[in-house]
Nanobody
Framework: QVQLVESGGGLVQVGGSLRLACEVSGGTFRRFALGWFRQAPGKGREFVAAINWSGDRTYYADSVKGRLTISRDDAKNTLYLQMNSLEAGDTAAYFC???????????????????WGQGTQVTVSS
C-alpha cells in the first residue's frame, strides 16, 4: 500500500518562504514520477510542479516559475517543494502525488498519478 504524507504547511506573510515535504512509503520511490498540486477554496485542483522519476526534468506552472522549486531525495523517499517569495494567491491546500514513472508523460495532469496525499494547508497573509 503506497502512502504519501505531506508536511511543512502553515501561515506565512507575503514574501516569506516555506518548504513542503512529502514522504512516500510502500513503493519503490525511485521509480515514481512525482508532482505537487494545489486547491484554493472554491476552486478546482491545479498543477503546481512535477519532477520525473530520474530527477533530471522538472516542470512548473507559469504562476510559480522562479519562486517555487521541486526536488526529490531518493535516499529519504521524500519529495520537496521549496516556496519562496510567497504571494496571497499561493494560499491553498497543497497535495503531493506519485505515478509510475514510465507511464507519466510530463506529470502535468491529475490523471497521470495513481497515489495522492491528504494535503497540507498553506496560508499567505498580507
Amino acid at each position: 500500500q503506497v502512502q504519501l504524507v505531506e508536511s511543512g504547511g502553515g501561515l506565512v506573510q507575503v514574501g516569506g518562504s516555506l518548504r513542503l515535504a512529502c514522504e512516500v512509503s510502500g513503493g519503490t520511490f525511485r521509480r515514481f514520477a512525482l508532482g505537487w498540486f494545489r486547491q484554493a477554496p472554491g476552486k478546482g485542483r491545479e498543477f503546481v510542479a512535477a519532477i520525473n522519476w530520474s530527477g533530471d526534468r522538472t516542470y512548473y506552472a507559469d504562476s510559480v516559475k522562479g519562486r517555487l522549486t521541486i526536488s526529490r531525495d531518493d535516499a529519504k523517499n521524500t519529495l520537496y517543494l521549496q516556496m519562496n517569495s510567497l504571494e496571497a494567491g499561493d494560499t491553498a491546500a497543497y497535495f503531493c502525488a506519485a505515478g509510475w514513472g514510465p507511464r507519466v508523460v510530463r506529470g502535468l495532469t491529475q490523471d497521470e498519478y495513481e497515489f495522492w496525499g491528504q494535503g497540507t494547508q498553506v496560508t499567505v497573509s498580507s
